[in-house]
């Protein structure tokens, strides 16, 4: 019988290691815009996140935006949105990713908090969708379609 990696591999995917952190989240390498960073993968995010001083690192242009972000203890924050970036997660890209700004003390101040490393984003819902993710939580893989 063929593994979930042979069938996945066969259909076009490639696979990407995951780290479990001390917070049972995985954490994933993303680059964007041409610098790598490191994102905390959830499926529950419908978008993918950049903390607002990230900006200048990830070259995003920044456009004041009226959604307001809510989630991880937080709710009602403002956010700005930054469109067209190219992100990267191991072979999988995409040139056209619209990516929200907001602020992420909250989130690292909990990761740093649990002797975690601070994270630069999320990879939430929207990308994984793009990409039509599946995730091998036994292994640690994520597997995304080329």
């Known amino acids: 019988m063929q593994t979930l990696q042979q069938f996945l591999l066969e259909k076009g995917y490639t696979k990407v ?25 959830d499926t529950g995010a419908s978008s993918s996140c950049v903390g607002f001083e990230a900006v200048e690192n990830f070259n995003l242009l920044a456009e004041d935006s009226l959604i307001k972000a809510a989630g991880a203890g937080a709710i009602d924050m403002d956010t700005q949105m930054a469109k067209k970036n190219k992100v990267k997660i191991g072979k999988w890209k995409h040139d056209k990713v619209v990516l929200v700004l907001f602020n992420l003390t909250h989130v690292n101040t909990a990761l740093i908090n649990h002797n975690a490393e601070p994270v630069d984003g999320i990879i939430g819902a929207d990308i994984l969708k793009k990409a039509k993710a599946v995730i091998d939580y036994e292994k640690k893989y994520l597997y995304l379609k080329l």
């Open 17 to 41: 290691k995951l780290k479990l952190t001390k917070t049972n989240h995985f954490e994933v390498k993303a680059t964007i815009n041409g610098v790598k960073g490191l994102f905390i993968l």
